[in-house]
C-alpha cells in the first residue's frame, strides 16, 4: 500500500531515514548544542533497541508492571443501541496510570538510566503523560519535573495530586494561554539548560527526531496487540481502526499495527468550538506545513505564521501540530 509516496510495507523500517524524515517531515530544527543532544539520544537508542537485554527488561517490565498486554472489550451494549456495527475497544485505560503514555514512558526512561541521566523532564496537557513520567520517574529512581500549563493544573487538579504524591516536581507554566503547547515550549527551555544531567521524554510523536520515532516505535505494541487479539476474538481483521489525534502518540502506535491491511484508518481531531481558527485543534485537517518545537509538520498557523491559538474542551488534544 501507498499513501503520499510512503510505502506501507516498508514503513516501520524505513521511516524515518537517517536525517528523521518521514517524507517531508520531521527532522531536527534546534540549536547546535540540543542537536548533538538529539544525537546522543538517537545513538544510544539505536543501540539499546537492538540489545536482547533492553527489550527483554521492556517486555519484563509491560508484562510485570504496566499490565500489557491490555484487553480489548467488545461493546456490546452500546453495538446494539447503534444496530448497524460492532464497536471494540482496545483498552490502553487498563494500563498503570490509565492511559497508553506508560508505553513510551518506561521506554523512555529506561533509555535515560542506560544514558546516566539522573532526571527526566517532561510536558503534560491532560496530566496523563506527566503521571505516567511521574510514575517511570519513580520506578527507576529519577528526579523529575514536569511542565503544565495553569489552565490544565486547574482542569486536571487530581492529575497533578497524583504527579506530586509520585515525587514529581510541577512547573507551573502561565505564558500564552497555559495550556500543552507552552508547556512544551517550557520543558523544552528547561531541557536546553540541563540536557547534560537530564533527558527530555516528550509525550507524543513529536518534537525533534529521534522522538517521533521512540516514541512510535514504543507505542507499536498497541497496534501490534490489537490486531493480533481481534483476529483471535472475532477470526477476522476490522473493517475500520479509530483513533483520536493530539500529538499522535495512540495513533501512530495503534495504525501501525495495520499497515498492510485491508483496513479504513480513521484519526479524528478536534474541532472543539467549530472551524474558525483559534476555536478548534484540528491541525492536519485546517494546517500548512510549518516548523515548531524542533520538527516540520503540518501546523495551525496565526497571520504571521507562528502557531496559532488552538482551543479543545480536552485538554492534550489541544496542540497547534501533529507528529510528522
Ligand atoms: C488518554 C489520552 N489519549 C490521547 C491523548 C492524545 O495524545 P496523542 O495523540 O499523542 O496520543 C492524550 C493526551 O494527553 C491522552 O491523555
Do not use: W
Not at 14 to 41: S, T
Not at 94 to 115: D, I, P
Not at 122 to 132: F, N, R, Y
Not at 159 to 183: F, P, Q, S, W
Amino acid at each position: 500500500m501507498n499513501f503520499n509516496g510512503i510505502d506501507f510495507d516498508t514503513y516501520l523500517k524505513n521511516y524515518p531515514d537517517a536525517n528523521g524524515y518521514f517524507g517531508k517531515y520531521g527532522g531536527v530544527y534546534v540549536d547546535d548544542d540540543l542537536k548533538k543532544a538529539m544525537e546522543e539520544i538517537t545513538e544510544a537508542y539505536f543501540a539499546i533497541c537492538k540489545s536482547r537485554k533492553f527489550i527483554a527488561e521492556l517486555r519484563r517490565i509491560r508484562a510485570e508492571f504496566q499490565g500489557r498486554p491490555t484487553p480489548i472489550s467488545h461493546l456490546e451494549r452500546l453495538s446494539n443501541k447503534l444496530g448497524n456495527v460492532q464497536l471494540y475497544a482496545k483498552r490502553e485505560d487498563l494500563n498503570h496510570t490509565g492511559a497508553h503514555k506508560l508505553n513510551h514512558c518506561m521506554g523512555e526512561a529506561l533509555l535515560a538510566k542506560y544514558m546516566g541521566k539522573t532526571k527526566l523532564i517532561a510536558e503534560t496537557g491532560a496530566g496523563q503523560h506527566g503521571v505516567a513520567m511521574a510514575t517511570a520517574a519513580a520506578y527507576f529512581g529519577l528526579e523529575c519535573d514536569i511542565h503544565m500549563g495553569s489552565v490544565d493544573i486547574k482542569k486536571q487538579a487530581p492529575n497533578v495530586a497524583r504527579m506530586k504524591i509520585l515525587g514529581a516536581n510541577v512547573v507551573e507554566v502561565t505564558h500564552g494561554l497555559a495550556t500543552l503547547k507552552e508547556a512544551v515550549d517550557s520543558a523544552f527551555d528547561a531541557y536546553a539548560k540541563d540536557y547534560k544531567n537530564s533527558m527530555y521524554c516528550i509525550g507524543s510523536v513529536v518534537g525533534p527526531h529521534p522522538f517521533p520515532m521512540m516514541v512510535r516505535d514504543f507505542q507499536h505494541v498497541v497496534g501490534e496487540e490489537s490486531r493480533d487479539q481481534f483476529v483471535k476474538m472475532t477470526g477476522e481483521l476490522p473493517n475500520a481502526i479509530v483513533a483520536c489525534v493530539g500529538g499522535g502518540s495512540n495513533a501512530a502506535g495503534f495504525f501501525s499495527g495495520f499497515l498492510n491491511d485491508p483496513v479504513d484508518i480513521y484519526g479524528i481531531e478536534p474541532l472543539g468550538r467549530g472551524t474558525k481558527l483559534g476555536d478548534h485543534a484540528a491541525s492536519l485537517q485546517y494546517g500548512s506545513e510549518g516548523i515548531m518545537h524542533g520538527f516540520n509538520s503540518i501546523m495551525l498557523k496565526d497571520e504571521n505564521g507562528d502557531p496559532a491559538p488552538v482551543y479543545s474542551v480536552a485538554s492534550g488534544l489541544d496542540y497547534p501540530s501533529s507528529g510528522p
